[in-house]
């Protein structure tokens, strides 16, 4: 989990799914790595924001699907 730092654990499971509906097909790693990371931000402030650091956390989900991209091929089993 990226999204469970200092946030209820409720809101931490929830934001995937909000994050899921913001982004539309736009939901999968590679999808994500490939996304500008201002989009990413823009996703992640929008009300409600889903983390207590939106741009922050929106930078170091993107970076982590970019390495997820780069080191294994988008695969996160």
């Not at 509906?21 to 201002?38: C, F, K, M, T």
Request: one cysteine or more.
């Amino acid at each position: 989990m990226v999204l469970d730092q200092q946030v209820p654990i409720e809101w931490a499971f929830a934001a995937p799914a909000t994050l899921r509906e913001r982004l539309g097909p736009n939901w999968d790693v590679a999808s994500i790595a490939r996304l500008p990371e201002d989009e990413l931000v823009a996703a992640f402030v929008a009300r409600p924001a889903l983390h207590r650091f939106p741009a922050a956390m929106a930078r170091r989900v993107h970076g982590l699907c970019a390495a997820l991209v780069e080191r294994y091929d988008a695969d996160i089993e």
